[in-house]
């Protein structure tokens, strides 16, 4: 790989990042942390420098390959069209930062391999895409016809759950086009009160009795802090032939690391989609390749 090829497909920002971050742990081990040795201190900041350069060097990564004449939205090939309000994409450093080394949309995109690439609309403006699925830029006078395109050839499309203006036309374009086998909706990190809102809607205007998900118990929270009270409890809704919902919930993951912390749990609660739509499954582990 040249020097040009390795900058441009941010290699070179991902391994500085991994030696800042390793730099990091060594000098906090060594130093101890702030309230020990105040130059411990150090050691955080060269880990959060080294996070946030991986960070940059994966979202590079992603352009690189949207932009490669042999990227999944210039090939042949089938893709799964993923869809979602913009709100739920990482915008804020600290978000950035709890991604960990893999987004839970790049989980989602591995565990659904087997169906083709996942693609989504960019969000306009941006200078970067997010890691996880291929991005496709698109006017406001285009990204409507685009997604009509992408819907009529996914052999899935996943709807990310959500109360958004443009998302209900998303779900309005599914629900009158596609055959209920091919839509999955992934509720992820979303609050009681917003799920009921979208349940609401689903109701009103698509006669859909959504399924009841209840929140993270005490247990759970107390058990992995990350897991928030006031949010539903994570997973996707598939239908049958006569549009009744069914979800099929994360199974919980009590150890985790910032690394694929979903995957095993994405692949898990998908197995019934797989095997519905004769593809192969197999169980996939958070390290394997």
Known sequence: MSENRTTTSGGG?????????????????????PDDNPAGLFGSIFGIFGLLMYFRGRR???????????????????DVLYLRSFQTD?????KKLASGFTTEEEQLADVLRPFGDMIAIGRPGESLPLPGATRIYATDAQWKNVVL???????????????????????????????????VIFVMNITKRDYSTFADQMRASFQLAMPRIETFSVLRVAINPRDNPTKVLPGFIRFSDDWSPEFLPLP?????????DSRKSFNLALQPVF???????????????
């Open 13 to 33: 920002l991902k391994i500085c990042g991994i030696f800042l971050i390793i730099l990091g742990v060594l000098l906090y081990a060594l130093l101890g942390g």
């Open 60 to 78: 590079k990564a992603a352009q690189y390959k949207a932009a490669d004449p042999n990227s999944p939205i210039h090939d042949s090939r089938p």
């Open 90 to 94: 990482a915008s804020t450093t600290f």
């Open 149 to 183: 395109d992408r819907m009529r050839l996914a052999p899935l499309v996943v709807i990310r759950a959500g109360t958004s203006t443009g998302l209900f036309w998303e779900f309005e374009q599914a629900f009158s086009n596609l055959h209920p086998a091919r839509i």
């Open 252 to 260: 919980s993951t009590i150890i985790q690391l910032g690394y694929n």
């Open 275 to 289: 095997e519905r739509h004769g593809v192969a499954w197999k169980p996939l582990g958070r390290f394997q390749a």
